[in-house]
């Protein structure tokens, strides 16, 4: 038992010794990360003398705990951490530029959606206003002939909207007194072609029987009266569909009055809505465009008026009937590319066969084929040139988005459309690009020393109207 405290004595003896030699090693280890971060000792900077030491604090204040002026570095086992890149660095270069061309083209395709629904909204009036700009792009000449002849501009304007009004009503009245005299005489042809037809039929190799025949006229028998208030319907609709085509022809009438008599000042109102930088590109643009329009409205009439004066007279002679009617039904689809003169010419191709019979048809089908490629190859080239020249690819998207969007007015007004807006878009990059080499040539002048050339002359202007385009 005496052994007991000399063993404890001496146990203590060697724990108070370990902690010692691990203080003093703490010690060197901090006075090794000071030198390292460049520090003489501990909490002193290099180079620092103990006159510039803080005096120190009176006994009786606690003595302030100086903050520190660095943080020390990390001892060096420890791992090496890389920083991490900008999120605008760390995506790729070709993901940046698609998702900019992304987002504008959201915004455009919005923008675009929009507009086509309040067109869809007011049809009727976009419709009315495009039949005017066609209507004035005809009778615009007229009217600066008569002005140059000395009549006043109000007195032309009246003269020439009252003529090409009360020709295109007598037209129409001729159009629709051909169709009811002719009516009797074609429902008698109707039924005796019919007639014809089943006979054809039952004496042809792809057996018909009359049984068949008598079946599918049941059926078709059935299927009207089954049908009876859907015809209704389809009636009422057709009043109301004429009640709208009489709204949007007194609207054109109107529209087409103004644009001929004060379009200058109309074009000039379009213009202050431009903003300032780009009202010039658009003062030089608006009467190419106007051009480009004014071509295609006259040589479509042109190759219309001759399909329709040609295709009626093989008609004429091939002794089908409602040959004036389907002339003029010929000139009016001419205005809708490729479709319009398929329309047409199967329209007098069916008459032909139902009336007069099957070599009769087959002339007025070959008449139809041989005038639409003269139409195509000689007359389109030469009348309409290279100012309304579209690809057939972008007349035939143009002609089914139109249909799709607007009817039968879409397709009409679709080529035209693409062939303006092709004619604006060439100008306007031409033009940027001839100013982004003006400003690029005269810093150049510039800096070699010599006076820069005179800006050109700003054009004369404001734009003349549409309606009011001379030469």
Known sequence: MSKVPGLLGALGAGLTRMGERLDERRVENEARADEDAGLDGPGAPVGSD??????????????????????PAPPAYAPAVAARPDPVAAVPWGMRVAAEIGWRLLVLAGTLWVLMRVISAVRLVVLAFVAALFITALLQPTVSRLKRMG????????????????????????VVWQVMDNLDTLSEKVRAGIDELKRWLLNSPFHVTEDQINQVAKN????????????????????????????GILLAMFSTLFLLYDGKNIWHWVLRLVPEQARPA?????????????????????????????????IYFLHVPMAVPLSVFIFLFAFIPLVGAVISGALAVVVALVTEGVFAAVMVLVVVLLVQQIEGHVLQPFILGRAVRV????????????????????????VPLVAVTNTVVGYLRATAKEN?????????????????????PPEPAPVPAPASLEK
């Open 391 to 414: 690809h057939p690819l972008a007349v035939v998207l143009s002609v089914a988005a139109g249909g799709l969007i607007g009817g039968i007015g879409g397709s009409v007004v679709a």
């Open 282 to 314: 658009m003062a030089g643009a608006g009467p190419r465009a106007w051009r480009t329009l004014t071509a295609y409205v006259r040589g479509t009439v042109i190759v219309a008026l001759i399909d329709a004066i040609f295709i009626g007279l093989g």
């Open 220 to 247: 078709l028998s059935d299927t009207i009266g089954h049908n009876t208030n859907e015809i209704t319907s389809a009636g009422l609709q057709g009043v109301t569909v004429l009640v709208e085509v009489l709204t």
């Open 151 to 174: 009549l006043p501009r109000g007195l032309a304007t009246a003269v020439t909207a009252i003529s090409g009004f009360v020709v295109m009503g007598l037209i129409g009245w001729f």
């Open 436 to 456: 982004a080499l003006r400003a690029a040539v005269v810093p150049e002048q510039e800096a070699a020393g010599a006076e820069p050339e005179p800006p050109a």
């Open 50 to 71: 103990d006159s510039a030491a803080p005096a120190p604090a009176p006994a009786d204040e606690p003595a302030a705990v100086p903050a520190p002026d660095h943080v």
